[in-house]
């Protein structure tokens, strides 16, 4: 439907041409491959007509309240704001559209950050990479946690160990990703002795 909209108004002057794609497309997430290619088409679209000189806006939202985001149970509401993502009020989303219309960006992602929530991922090892330049975390205390950035730093920093340290330090880094996946606010809270059930 946007690529025959798109080809219906190539030759009119429109001020403006705005697509609502997802965050989706941006951040991805677990069983939604197919959604997230779908939004990401509509930013892509939005690239090609500002390429060829055409207006056109992708709006990548977040989760409204009252909208997809307003039949999630609180449960699934905890997992999103643990993630450093909250929802959307129809106030601030009508305001983020206003704010759309100044730019002549063609891809903008309206959703509101919960930075405490996001430090806290990033202690973890487990902020996307597409938030790293928003949260500085202290390489110390990052490391105190067990954090690694990527598999090559977490082998580099086992090879480096005595045999008899690798075990634990594997253990620190297996329990800080189930901390940041529950939403736990540090390893401490994920006994290393529990079954994972």
Known sequence: AAWNLHELTQGMDLSAFVLFSSAAGAFGGAGQANYA??????????AHRRSRGLVATSLAWGLWDGGMGGDL??????????GGITVLSP???????????????PLLVPLPLDMPALRLQARGGMLPDLLRGLVRVPARR???????????????RVAGLAENERFAAVLDVVRGEVAGVLGHGSVDEVPADRAFK
């Not at 290619?37 to 939005?46: H, R």
């Not at 149970?73 to 643990?82: F, L």
């Open 73 to 82: 149970g609180e449960t699934d509401r905890g997992r999103i704001n643990r």
């Open 91 to 105: 106030e601030t989303g009508l305001a983020l559209f206003d704010a759309a219309q100044r730019t002549t960006e």
């Open 142 to 156: 990052a490391a105190a946690h067990g954090a690694a950035v990527g598999a090559s730093a977490l082998r580099e």
């Open 37 to 46: 290619a779908a939004n990401v088409f509509l930013d892509a679209l939005a």
